[in-house]
């Protein structure tokens, strides 16, 4: 191999995808995202303006949405699907509709993702599917399964219609042979959905992963239940699906923790998360026989790790069960350079409407702006960019 220690620096490679026009877009959104202050102001302004029917979905659609989002619906992210497929890389299409609470919504949510699933049957670069464990049912519910706190008999109703959700959907993938990433979500509510996706993946991970949870290293006991997960795949004979992240829910982890007075499930440091992250990865890739995985890392240093890994353990660098992710608009350096290698690598395409989906792009911002060094380093290489392409 050659030295992979400056395979991100190439922006050529990086942006190839990008116009001028949209090369200055994202400069000038990470300059905005990079300044807190503005941040906050900017969140307020866009929720005001919502709220009070403002016309400024025209204005959103220009600037943050478009960098961030593929588009309304799942015919309007074709052009960025295929044009991002030319490159090598693929599309995970993620419909980011948030927060709903109703049976209608929930029922709407599974049938856009057998949509989804349909959509992706027909496309070679779209691999897999993803949704939340709460797009298909209440929280509440998921919450309260996990505390073993006993259900109403409505409630009783909804559990069985959030399985029969599951089922449905997974059953669909196999069908389809289309993986399907089910995303981690908070501590208080993971339990029960971690539970729901062990009895899917045995039924349905009989001969290779379909379906995937998700580790969220954050949390320093998620390496434990990968053991364990490991241990029951082996006694029930099927394979593990697996994508692997630091997580997205940290602030709200650890107010939670405090304010109900128990030790919190979060790493005690960035160092602490880093490490459980890597030793995860690690352990899957040992054990790449048995274990399907989807790296999503916007993370540069556990990037060089995996391909380092594989490459001491002879694994291909287009091994099926080997995907690294990243989300679209954010780390191009990493997901293009990397496929420009001969990885298997995907993006999460973000779509829905506008107004819905603007709690997820007010997250994907605030993400950025605590994220130490993140921002500061996309800066960097679109400015790199800039000064080539003048040159």
């Not at 016309?55 to 052009?79: Q, S, Y």
């Not at 509709?97 to 209608?104: A, N, R, T, W």
């Not at 029922?107 to 993702?113: Q, R």
């Not at 709200?252 to 998360?273: H, V």
């Amino acid at each position: 191999m050659k030295n992979i220690t400056t395979l991100f620096e190439n922006t050529k490679v990086a942006f190839a995808l990008k116009s001028d026009s949209e090369l200055e877009r994202a400069y000038f959104l990470f300059k905005m995202i990079a300044n807190e202050p503005l941040v906050r102001i900017g969140t307020a302004m866009t929720n005001f303006a919502l709220k009070a029917h403002l016309p400024v979905k025209k204005l959103i659609r220009a600037t943050v949405f478009d960098h961030f989002c593929g588009g309304v619906n799942e015919e309007d992210c074709v052009n960025v699907i295929d044009s991002m497929y030319e490159k090598g890389v693929a599309s995970v299409l993620d419909y980011s509709v948030e927060g709903k609470e109703e049976e209608k919504h929930f029922d709407a949510t599974l049938d856009k993702i057998l949509k989804i699933i349909d959509f992706a049957d027909e496309k070679d670069a779209v691999p897999f599917a993803v949704f939340k464990p709460t797009g298909f049912g209440r929280f509440l519910i998921w919450q309260k399964k996990t505390e073993g706190t006993a259900l109403t008999e409505k409630e009783e109703q909804e559990w069985e219609r959030i399985v029969a959700r599951f089922e449905k959907v997974c059953q669909k993938a196999y069908d389809c042979d289309i993986a399907l990433l089910i995303d981690g979500e908070e501590s208080w509510m993971q339990d029960a959905a971690d539970e729901l996706v062990g009895v899917m993946m045995r039924k349905f991970n009989k001969e290779k992963a379909i379906v995937y949870n998700t580790l969220q290293l954050y949390r320093h006991d998620r390496f434990e239940y990968l053991l364990k997960l490991h241990e029951e795949s082996k006694a029930y004979g099927f394979k593990i699906g697996m994508k692997i992240v630091r997580g997205a829910y940290m602030e709200k982890e650890i107010e939670r923790a405090e304010e109900k007075g128990y030790s919190s499930p979060i790493c005690e440091s960035k160092e602490a998360t880093d490490t459980n992250f890597n030793l995860a990865l690690q352990y899957i890739l040992e054990h790449n026989e048995d274990i399907a995985v989807f790296i999503g890392t916007h993370n540069e240093r556990s990037s060089y790790l995996a391909l380092s890994i594989m490459e001491n353990l002879g694994i291909d660098k287009n091994d099926p069960k080997v995907w690294l992710g990243q989300l679209y608009g954010m780390s191009d350096h990493i997901s293009f350079n990397l496929a420009n290698e001969g990885y298997n690598v995907a993006k999460y395409l973000p779509f829905g409407p506008v107004r819905d989906v603007m709690p997820y792009l007010i997250r994907r911002a605030e993400e950025n702006t605590s994220v130490a060094g993140q921002t500061s380093r996309e800066l960097n290489l679109l400015s790199q960019e800039r000064k080539r392409r003048k040159l």
